[in-house]
């Protein structure tokens, strides 16, 4: 796939494109989930927020409001395309046909609809909210972070020359190249484009997806992005995501259902999903109470995912609680997707399922650089193991900039659940720093769910 990138942004016809070119321009579970709403919850209102986490990057002052309201209102208007709805009706989802009920797929055609947005700028920030019913806001989020992170683009590339842009791109392709080099032919790796949200362009994007298919063969195991799956005949990733627990505990009316609220969203989404799509994803409230008080039940499912821990700790932490379950672990799968880069896959790969030297420890897998010496590595399975690679796949130019500054670094930019039929949500996760809500609400349900294993790290991404 051949992309004249420098070209295109010096004569910025790009600025012709719309940033969101189809409604499956988004993460599969995002799909996933709007059929679960629709099917449980399709008359609850609900409400959205923005929020920039890297408060010093001022982008209500870099993107232009203007252009925003109008890349906004360009994606309220897209409607499924019939082809689309085809593929998602007869393609075969993690090994299953027929995912999306033929009632959901007439409505995705017939009704959906995107909700109104309240746009401003507050004191050089974007204040940007989606209120309407759930299956009218959800949809947003990831369509909002990849229009802002492109507008961001755009305006940087404004600042460079033609020689400038060659050297931008061309610092860009090394940089991934060297970095598929390190993981190409590493035995029963397995990783995943997870670089939606925060990708430096839909082109980038659609660019890096090819390349990592093409270098890694078989250790690509697909993307989240629906639309490139879709184009490029790939394995669409992804289940379900913090929204669910955080609506379902909105709803509590005591601090008892407020505490079983992680355990009822598991019941009703494998309810919904004839026992499909089991993959845990335990810290909205916290893993170490989620582990602690879950039924005996939810360790029968197939794995999780490990979103705001350390993965090393969150994965023996898993393992040890399976055994105490009673389940071989070796069966099971273990998803990291927060802040991955290429020394950090590695090091897990080799830790869970690949090769580990004897006696070491999680501190010996961080920052290490002999993985492939099989003079020093016995082979090693304690549990199926895959990484979700996102920010630092799509949008990695950092030291990229021939001009010298940070302004094509990504940004930590997050849209996520605020209230539920008026009731405040509440994210807390396995870090201090990622806890999302009213700060009273966050105390409250401190208090219920305790803060065991939470520890307070830099928020990367």
């Not at 669910?244 to 992680?262: F, G, H, I, K, V």
């Not at 499909?276 to 197939?302: M, R």
Request: proline letters at 3%.
């Amino acid at each position: 796939m051949i992309i004249n990138f420098p070209r295109r942004a010096h004569d910025h016809n790009w600025e012709m494109d719309p940033i969101t070119r189809s409604l499956l321009d988004t993460d599969f579970y995002k799909l996933l989930m709007l059929q679960f709403i629709w099917k449980n919850f399709a008359n609850l209102h609900t409400s959205f927020t923005l929020l920039n986490r890297t408060v010093s990057v001022r982008l209500g002052e870099i993107v232009g409001v203007h252009a925003l309201r109008e890349q906004l209102e360009a994606t309220k208007k897209l409607r499924f395309h019939k082809s689309e709805l085809i593929w998602l009706a007869g393609n075969t989802f993690y090994g299953r046909r027929g995912m999306f009920e033929p009632a959901f797929l007439e409505w995705l055609a017939r009704d959906f609809r995107l909700s109104d947005f309240e746009l401003s700028v507050e004191d050089g920030q974007v204040v940007l909210s989606f209120s309407g019913l759930w299956t009218e806001t959800t949809m947003w989020e990831i369509y909002v972070l990849s229009i802002i992170d492109e507008l961001k683009t755009r305006a940087m590339l404004k600042k460079l020359g033609e020689l400038e842009l060659d050297i931008l791109y061309a610092r860009a392709k090394t940089k991934l190249w060297e970095k598929m080099e390190h993981l190409r032919g590493v035995p029963k790796l397995s990783v995943s484009d997870f670089g939606t949200r925060r990708r430096h362009s839909f082109l980038w994007h659609e660019y890096v997806v090819k390349a990592m298919s093409d270098v890694l063969g078989a250790s690509f195991a697909g993307s989240s992005n629906t639309y490139l799956a879709y184009k490029h005949d790939l394995e669409a990733i992804g289940t379900n995501a913090h929204e669910l627990p955080m609506a379902l505990a909105a709803l509590a009316t005591n601090d008892d259902e407020l505490r079983s609220a992680q355990y009822r969203l598991l019941e009703l989404w494998q309810k919904s999903y004839q026992g499909e799509l089991k993959i845990l994803l335990p810290d909205t409230f916290g893993t170490t109470q989620f582990l602690e008080n879950a039924p005996d039940w939810v360790a029968d499912w197939t794995g999780q995912r490990v979103d705001s821990k350390d993965p090393y700790v969150a994965g023996d932490e898993y393992i040890a609680w399976l055994e105490r379950r009673g389940h071989d672990p070796r069966l099971k799968l273990l998803i990291a997707s927060d802040g991955m880069d290429v020394e950090q896959i590695l090091g897990l790969h080799a830790y869970f399922a690949g090769t580990i030297r004897n006696g070491a420890s999680p501190a010996d897998f961080h920052g290490a650089s002999d993985f492939l010496d099989e003079t020093k590595w016995i082979p090693n399975r304690r549990i199926r193991f895959s990484a979700g690679w996102g920010t630092f796949l799509t949008n990695d130019f950092r030291g990229c900039n021939p001009q010298g500054d940070e302004g094509f670094d990504p940004v930590s930019l997050v849209c996520k659940l605020s209230d539920v039929e008026g009731r405040p949500a509440v994210k807390l996760s396995d870090n201090y720093s990622k806890a999302l809500g009213d700060a009273d609400e966050i105390e409250r349900y401190r208090r219920v769910f305790g803060t065991a294993g939470v520890a307070d790290a830099p928020v990367l991404t």
